[in-house]
């Protein structure tokens, strides 16, 4: 044995180590399976709710504390910045010290972050607390997945994946709900605040619950110059595509920073192919149906983050509902995700991951067409129909495609593969929103003059137009104050129409790229590492 065994593992003579079925089925509360899904699940619920819950407290925080439009955004890109960048390097951390004690420092930290926001009295406070939110968050998403893979017998670690994927999607579905009723009924600190209690709760089944596992022949050193390199990289790539909105997709900025960003990925490849000790490996990628998942994650994101960006702006802005109304109007999307995402698991379990995988995605690219049809008459029945669609085709996607990476890599690994998904989905989602809102800014700016002008509408000015189009790309009619109520009309049902053609452009788009992921999941099968969690030593 080497000098990292740990008091499970035995020496000659000794008795075998446990099965994985023997360790699951172990009395007793500390390292039982299901009881660590439900501590990991209520930790990640918090960090899940962050994610969505927050935009809808941005405009009373802008008015409390005087920020600008900038200001705010930077709220978000903070957040998302700091979790996007660290998210692999955090995993890499929790397969060397275990995962145990970087879920409870990422859940002590996220909610003590959260605090000091609600308590913050500048946005400047605000922003710098979100960087640690997002610092945290980080540390806390990888270990969950560590923790599952290693506590979880191969043939139960799809559904304990299927649970995971569920509390994640009804999270995120449930922020704007959630968010709307504190912001209206308490205030916006509250928002924060609620996080408080709940990274309490975490941290206490965490103490009680959480058994640390590590592998035999876990990392016992640092790539410090590959954290370096694969930060710096992955900073370039996701600023480029916070800024490219801004600046646009032709400015030499947003091709500088891409530029790098692919500069950084090579040069952080090469030292991972010299150092002794990579924080990636390059043979996990020599694993296809690891790589797969990979991409498909990215791609399932594009499709479904980037499509869904749209869909708040047409209910709030073109029909016209309140944040919470429409977030009820999503909630067959986060019902089908709550409900077939244990039985994605249960299928997955049976069948393997290739065929639930590509069936989901031909699910998600039908349902995307079917948003693309989606006019500003469309009724809540035929609306419901396809967000339940999506949410069906969403469901074994998130399931398998996590089981597929994290499955795929060795124990050792499997908080590097934890963080690889979740990068690959926050990669995904900022791709999507960013490549897909300069197709709507592109159709809106190609049809908005002709649409204004066959209205009979006065002619805009050129700056005038700018600013018209901006407006419409998220689905706000650019009525000037006092603009007769016959005017008024027409001139939203121009901004709709057209906001409507664009949403439409990018709901095929994103079709087109949940077609071609359905390709990309033929090439995924089980975990072949699988076997492996659940029969590692007990810290």
Request: glycine share 12%.
């Amino acid at each position: 044995m080497t000098s990292q065994t740990t008091i499970d593992t035995t020496g000659p003579g000794d008795k075998a180590p446990a099965a994985p079925s023997e360790l699951a089925s172990a009395p007793g509360l500390r390292g039982h399976p299901w009881f660590t899904l439900i501590t990991v699940a209520v930790g990640v619920m918090m960090v899940a709710l962050d994610g969505t819950i927050v935009a809808i407290a941005n405009p009373a925080i802008a008015k409390d504390l005087g920020a600008t439009f900038s200001d705010v955004q930077w709220i978000t890109n903070a957040y998302f910045l700091a979790l996007a960048v660290s998210l692999i390097t955090a995993g890499k951390l929790g397969d060397r010290f275990g995962h145990r004690q970087t879920f409870l420092i990422g859940v002590t930290g996220f909610a003590a972050a959260s605090g000091a926001i609600g308590l913050s009295n500048s946005i400047a406070m605000v922003v710098t607390f979100r960087v640690f939110q997002g610092l945290f968050g980080a540390l806390l998403m990888p270990a969950a997945l560590g923790l599952l893979r290693a506590t979880f017998p191969a043939e139960k670690l799809n559904m304990a994946i299927g649970i995971w994927g569920m509390v994640i999607g009804a999270s995120t579905a449930g922020g704007p709900i959630l968010g709307g009723l504190l912001v209206q009924h308490v205030n916006w600190q509250s928002v924060f605040f609620v996080n408080v209690p709940v990274g309490a709760l975490a941290l206490v089944l965490g103490l009680l619950i959480l058994t640390d596992h590590r592998a035999e022949n876990a990392p016992r050193s640092f790539d410090v110059l590959g954290i370096a390199l694969l930060s710096a990289a992955m900073f370039c790539l996701v600023w480029a595509l916070i800024k490219a909105p801004t600046w646009g997709w032709g400015d030499g900025r947003t091709w500088a920073f891409i530029g790098a960003s692919a500069l950084g990925f090579v040069l952080f490849s090469f030292w991972e192919t010299r150092v002794k000790e990579p924080l990636i490996p390059p043979a996990l990628f020599r694993s296809v149906p690891l790589s797969a998942g990979v991409v498909l994650m990215v791609l399932m994101a594009i499709a479904f983050m980037g499509g869904l960006f749209f869909v708040t702006f047409y209910l709030q802005n073109v029909h016209g509902m309140s944040p919470v109304q429409a977030g009820l109007h999503l909630l067959p999307l986060t019902g089908m995700m709550i409900v077939g995402s244990p039985l994605a698991g249960a299928l997955i379990t049976k069948l393997g991951p290739r065929v639930p995988l590509a069936g989901g995605m031909l699910a998600t690219a039908i349902a995307m067409y079917g948003m693309s049809t989606l006019k500003a008459g469309t009724g809540s029945a035929t609306m419901s129909l396809w967000f339940a669609l999506l949410g069906l085709g969403l469901a074994p996607v998130m399931v398998g495609a996590t089981e597929v990476i994290v499955g795929n890599a060795p124990m050792e690994l499997s908080g590097v593969a934890g963080g690889l998904q979740q990068a690959a989905m926050q990669i995904g989602g900022s791709l999507g929103t960013a490549v897909l809102g300069a197709v709507m800014a592109s159709k809106v700016d190609h049809d908005l003059a002709g649409n204004w002008k066959d209205a009979g509408l006065r002619p805009l000015t050129p700056a005038q137009l700018d600013q018209a189009s901006e407006a419409v790309q998220v689905g706000v009619a650019p009525v000037p104050r006092g603009t007769p109520e016959a005017f008024a009309a027409k001139i939203a049902s121009v901004a709709h129409d057209t906001f409507i053609s664009g949403m439409s452009l990018a709901s095929l788009v994103a079709a087109g790229v949940a077609a071609v992921a359905v390709l990309v999941a033929l090439l995924t099968k089980r975990g072949q590492n699988a076997e492996a969690g659940a029969g590692v030593g007990h810290i």
